[in-house]
Nanobody, 130 residues
Framework: QVQLVESGGGLVQAGGSLRLSCAASGRTFSSYTMGWFRQAPRQAPGKEREFVAAMSWSARTYYLDSVKGRFTISRDNAKNTVYLQMNSLLPEDTAVYYC????????????????????WGQGTQVTVSS
């Protein structure tokens, strides 16, 4: 059974930092793009989770414009774990953060559409106070 388990969320003041972790089990994900998405509170019904960052199997990265320079995605394939280092956090970063695994092995492009990701964690809450 494939499982993705996020951890590391919490409450932090604006300008602070958090490091999220996503530990995978049941499958080796070294050949898959891994991504982070988020869903803000009181989000409009039907609105998809927002793409935040992803790292391909070849270590290429792609970020949401608003987090570039503040967030860094990384992965440790030996631990089957992906990380999201979040610095200079803003109140608008408040959301539940989810990690996800691309459904296609060795995909050549990084996709920012949640429909392309098959496996999801349960989410971890990040709250940034002003």
């Amino acid at each position: 059974q494939v499982q993705l388990v996020e951890s590391g969320g919490g409450l932090v003041q604006a300008g602070g930092s958090l490091r999220l972790s996503c530990a995978a089990s049941g499958r080796t994900f070294s050949s898959y793009t891994m991504g982070w998405f988020r869903q803000a509170p009181r989000q409009a019904p039907g609105k998809e989770r927002e793409f935040v960052a992803a790292m391909s199997w070849s270590a290429r990265t792609y970020y949401l414009d608003s987090v570039k320079g503040r967030f860094t995605i990384s992965r440790d394939n030996a631990k089957n774990t992906v990380y999201l280092q979040m610095n200079s956090l803003l109140p608008e970063d408040t959301a539940v953060y989810y990690c996800a695994a691309d459904r296609l092995e060795y995909r050549s492009l990084i996709v920012d559409d949640s429909d392309y990701y098959d496996y999801w964690g349960q989410g971890t809450q990040v709250t940034v106070s002003s």
